[in-house]
């Protein structure tokens, strides 16, 4: 969430102290510009750096225009925790079977996202989280969940043996 509102406060030259600290740790990584849409680019480039720094390898193909209207809160939350999770499921499985595939686009007024990860062959359960202190995590599914319905959208999971998908639809996308 913090990465969507620095993204933002930028592009509207609004920058306080602590959004000036948050920045300058954003610009000490790797930045591609994968979108015109400043809140989605700024999350995207922040993860993807994480990922890399996890040896995760990413293969990433977005094109979603700036008149995409995902709020900053709703968009760190959405892309935050299904690439977290993705990261997270690489984590556990050897340093060359590593990657992670993001595609996401909108057409007319819908914005689909597909993120793709290697994982484990073991069965994934969406509603249990695999951290060791549940008490303080496993929200992340219930709040993707949270926003899809948010914008009247679909998602989908599916555990593909040593793969995982996500599918998004998001409608009402264009301001």
């Given amino acids: 969430m913090l ?3 620095c993204g933002k ?3 509207q030259n609004e920058v306080s102290e602590e959004i000036y600290k948050i920045m300058k740790e954003l610009d000490q990584s790797d930045k591609k510009i994968f979108t015109s849409n400043v809140v989605i680019n700024t999350i995207m480039n922040h993860k993807i750096s994480q990922a890399k720094q996890l040896e995760i390898k ?3 193909n977005i094109k979603v225009s700036k008149a995409v209207s995902l709020n900053y809160k709703d968009a760190g939350i959405l892309l935050g925790n299904i690439l977290d999770n993705a990261m997270e499921a690489c984590e556990k499985i050897r340093k060359e079977k590593r990657w992670i595939k993001i595609d996401m686009f909108h ?3 819908t914005l689909f996202i597909k993120v793709c990860n290697s994982k484990t ?3 994934v359960n969406i509603n249990k989280s695999s951290k ?3 008490h303080n995590h496993g929200i992340g599914v219930s709040s993707i ?3 899809v319905n948010k914008y009247d ?3 989908e999971f599916a555990d593909k043996g040593e793969k995982f998908e996500v599918d998004v639809s998001l409608y009402r996308m264009i301001s």
């Fill in 58 to 60: 990413t293969d990433v």
């Fill in 153 to 155: 959208g679909y998602i």
């Fill in 3 to 5: 990465l969507a509102i």
């Fill in 132 to 134: 060791r202190d549940v």
């Fill in 9 to 11: 406060a930028k592009e």
């Fill in 107 to 109: 057409q007319k007024n």
């Fill in 145 to 147: 969940k949270s926003i």
């Fill in 121 to 123: 062959k073991e069965p």
